[in-house]
């Protein structure tokens, strides 16, 4: 009796854990080869690195994106991360799939220089030494 009040909270643990993490990525997994198995041409697609294309032709694991008028590129299935919807624009898009980031949040806007070469340019005499 005593080993089972030991053992309990250890299974316990793995229930939780089956439910809260691999239950749910299971299905996941399960939405996402459907999704992919039921290309067809015609259909608009972002793929897992964020490229919008339209679907030209789907052959067994493969599938041949076309990303802008006469550019076709081929593309395992399993790179392709959603369907666009055709009233969904592609920036909503990007907003909606929780990719948008501010990689440049720290660097000055265009056609500013800021903070040290602005001293740099200062001490120079107004005139910018850095090489382009």
Not at 42 to 69: Q, S
Not at 91 to 113: F, W, Y
Request: overall charge negative.
């Amino acid at each position: 009796m005593e080993q089972l009040g030991s053992i309990l909270p250890l299974i316990l643990l793995v229930v939780v854990f089956y439910f809260l993490l691999i239950r749910p990525q299971r299905k996941r997994q399960q939405e996402a080869v459907k999704m992919q198995n039921s290309l067809t041409p015609g259909t608009r697609v972002m793929t897992t690195t964020g490229l919008f294309a339209t679907v030209v032709a789907v052959d067994n694991e493969d599938v041949v994106l076309e990303v802008a008028p006469g550019i076709e590129t081929r593309w395992v299935k399993a790179a392709i991360g959603r369907v666009v919807t055709p009233g969904e624009p592609e920036a909503a898009a990007d907003e909606t799939a929780g990719e948008t980031t501010d990689l440049v949040a720290d660097q000055p806007a265009a056609g500013e220089t800021g903070g040290k070469d602005d001293d740099t340019a200062e001490r120079n005499d107004g005139h910018d030494t850095r090489k382009s």
